[in-house]
């Protein structure tokens, strides 16, 4: 680290990559044109996130032929339509093989745009841009690209691993309290799956990290990018270890898919699938009920929350987490707590153990 400026390497051999991370990294040309072409570049942003940092980052890559994209804003978007708007430009252009896509926006710009430069003419390279906390921390590292079907979240997709990551955490102040919340709710995952004094930090600090204390922020997601970095080049694919970063996604996509995309955040709705399985993992006789207090605790504070939709019926999950990526057999693999700092891939629960935490969770 200098200057506060943090970068982490995920390791994958000749596509490693960097995650440079700080405030004002996304300024910095020397962090963005070593990894963008230096003829062609397709910017694809949203309406939202345009008018603020748009301007910034072509001023950056100046000397570089600049085209944009600009896409609606909102989890609703991200859907296969969205995707071809993207593929309709690149070839109006035209744009090649040599182009670089940049991703500028949070997880659903980075993840549509990952999908589409995954795609166009057989893959091309693409850099991220994350601009709230949860792409920071989660879905720009790690190269999991997609879009959403209705009957299902990220159902469409690929891997496509990008050429770099820039992080600038000075983009957090024009985040709306709740989206910065939302962004917590992946940075406690990285805590309770495998670093327990990183829980505990957290614990100590998630006040300083609202508040968007520049220290606290940057080392938050550093944490969280390195934990990351560290589980996708063990496992790049998802075969095994790298389904633990799931904790609570597969309820949570659940409860998305029930109440249509776009009314909880995607952490919002990731803190009441933890809590789910923090229940889960109670009944197993793992967690102990301090524990699974908590976690309820932190995620409070955090401005999560922490009851899921009382209105879900059981038989709703189960329909809806049938149809989960993680799905195997006919058996829902579900990722649950042996305790704060220790996550474990789980297969050999009863459905009846399942039903009792939705049950608990449901006013019928």
């Known amino acids: 680290m200098s200057d506060g400026i943090y970068i982490v390497d995920v390791d994958l051999g000749e596509r490693c990559y960097p995650i440079i991370i700080g405030p004002g990294v996304m300024k910095e040309p020397s962090n963005l044109l070593p990894y963008c072409s230096e003829d062609q570049v397709m910017i694809v942003t949203n309406e939202t996130v345009a008018p603020l940092y748009l301007d910034q980052l072509k001023q950056t890559l100046q000397g570089v032929e600049v085209h944009v994209t600009l896409l609606p804003d909102g989890e609703e978007h991200k859907s296969l339509q969205t995707a071809e708007t993207i593929f309709d430009h690149l070839l109006e252009v035209p744009c090649d093989r040599t182009t670089t896509l940049i991703a500028l926006g949070g997880g659903v710009v980075g993840d549509i745009a990952g999908f589409v430069a995954g795609c166009y003419q057989r893959g091309i390279d693409f850099i991220q841009i994350p601009t709230t906390l949860l792409s920071q921390v989660d879905s720009s590292v790690g190269g999991k690209t997609g879009v959403n079907h209705s009957m299902g979240k990220n159902m469409i997709g690929l891997f496509h691993q990008p050429k770099c990551v820039i992080?600038?955490?000075?983009?957090?102040?024009?985040?709306p309290a709740r989206e910065l919340s939302a962004g917590l709710a992946e940075?406690?995952?990285?805590?309770?799956?495998?670093?327990?004094?990183?829980?505990?930090?957290?614990?100590?600090?998630?006040?300083?990290?609202?508040?968007?204390?520049?220290?606290l922020v940057t080392y938050a997601i550093e944490r969280s990018?390195?934990?990351?970095?560290?589980?996708?080049?063990?496992?790049?694919?998802?075969?095994?270890?790298?389904?633990?970063?799931?904790?609570?996604?597969?309820?949570?996509?659940?409860?998305?898919?029930?109440?249509?995309?776009?009314?909880?955040?995607?952490?919002e709705a990731v803190a009441m699938g933890t809590m789910l399985a923090a229940d889960l993992s109670f009944r197993l006789g793992w967690l102990e009920s301090e524990e699974v207090a908590r976690i309820a605790n932190l995620y409070q504070r955090a401005g999560l929350p922490v009851i899921p939709p009382q209105e879900l019926t059981a038989e709703d999950y189960l329909r809806l987490m049938a149809v989960d990526k993680k799905v195997k057999k006919g058996v829902i693999r579900l990722i649950l707590l042996k305790?704060?700092?220790?996550?474990?891939?789980?297969?050999?629960y009863t459905t009846a153990q399942l039903k009792a935490t939705l049950d608990s969770f449901s006013k019928t």
Request: proline share 0%.
């Open 167 to 175: 992080a600038d955490t000075e983009v957090l102040s024009t985040l």
């Open 187 to 215: 940075v406690i995952k990285y805590g309770l799956i495998s670093d327990s004094a990183f829980f505990s930090w957290l614990e100590a600090h998630i006040e300083g990290v609202l508040n968007l204390e520049s220290d």
């Open 225 to 267: 990018c390195r934990t990351k970095g560290e589980v996708v080049a063990a496992d790049e694919r998802e075969g095994g270890q790298r389904a633990l970063l799931n904790l609570g996604h597969t309820f949570g996509h659940a409860i998305e898919a029930a109440e249509g995309y776009g009314v909880h955040l995607h952490g």
């Open 339 to 348: 305790k704060i700092g220790e996550a474990e891939i789980v297969s050999d």
